[in-house]
């Protein structure tokens, strides 16, 4: 259906609303050019908003992608931003006077033109060491873009296994509706704080190791055996993906949370 035959229907009542919301988010996709076709409704139909990834892409192609989605939406991320392109793109995107929130030692921005009000969920992020934050606060920029409250805690790894308590205790005390641990070598955090809480928690496996189960295999493959239930894990360095599931959890626990009132 086109969309004036999708309003006639909902004005004749032949569909309901949540149909036509469904039928209009078809028309959704926005066309670059031989370039890319972008989900501009993303955020509207699942939370999540649409995100760049910078690592393949040339600076042009990148600036093409930014001006158009943010002439559509209110956010998006640009996540694995190469060195040389990273001050560029920072310097683009105040022509385009759009605010930018960076992460502690991340490659990945996020953007937007109003505020992002912090009205989901609370998150817990964790890491084992310092290499680690990186990856873990491309996880938070992706949370706070969905509206979540982030609260961090670095470089409390098993090393020193007993930095973690008082930091799960505060995460507790502050109901948080989800935790991410972000570890590389053996990744023994996320297992660690699994067994010890009781709401869901996400391994981060980061690419930090060497030698044998170099580049995050080892740390992936630990998590994924972990023996404690209640821990799920995403891909190796996937900090994106990491924050939109944990703020999907989350968010999901407040909306319980008040239609239960």
Do not use: W
Request: aromatic letters at 4%; one cysteine or more.
């Amino acid at each position: 259906m086109e969309i004036q035959e999708i309003l006639e229907s909902l004005e004749g009542g032949k569909i309901s609303s949540n149909t036509a919301k469904k039928m209009l988010s078809l028309y959704s996709i926005e066309k670059i050019q031989g370039l890319a076709q972008i989900d501009i409704n993303r955020r509207k139909r699942r939370g999540i908003p649409e995100v760049i990834f910078a690592e393949t892409k040339s600076l042009d192609e990148i600036k093409k992608i930014l001006k158009i989605t943010i002439e559509k939406t209110n956010s998006v991320m640009i996540s694995r931003i190469k060195k040389e392109d990273y001050l560029k793109i920072i310097s683009f995107c105040k022509r385009l006077k759009i605010k930018i929130k960076e992460g502690e030692k991340a490659s990945s921005l996020l953007l937007f033109k109003k505020p992002i009000k912090t009205h989901g969920g609370v998150i817990g992020i964790i890491t084992a060491g310092t290499s680690d934050i990186g990856v873990a606060e491309e996880a938070r920029l992706m949370s706070e873009a969905m509206n979540c409250k982030c609260i961090t805690s670095y470089d409390v790894g098993v090393a020193g296994i007993q930095r973690i308590f008082p930091v799960l205790k505060k995460m507790i005390n502050k109901d948080v509706d989800c935790i991410i641990v972000a570890a590389g070598m053996e990744g023994a955090l996320a297992t660690l704080v699994s067994s010890l809480v009781d709401i869901p928690v996400i391994g981060l496996p980061t690419s930090v190791g060497y030698g044998y189960g170099e580049k995050g295999i080892a740390s992936l493959a630990s998590m994924l055996q972990s023996c404690s239930l209640g821990l799920s894990v995403v891909n190796i360095d996937n900090g994106i993906g990491a924050g939109a599931i944990a703020a999907n959890i989350a968010n999901r626990a407040v909306f319980k949370s008040q239609k239960s009132k």
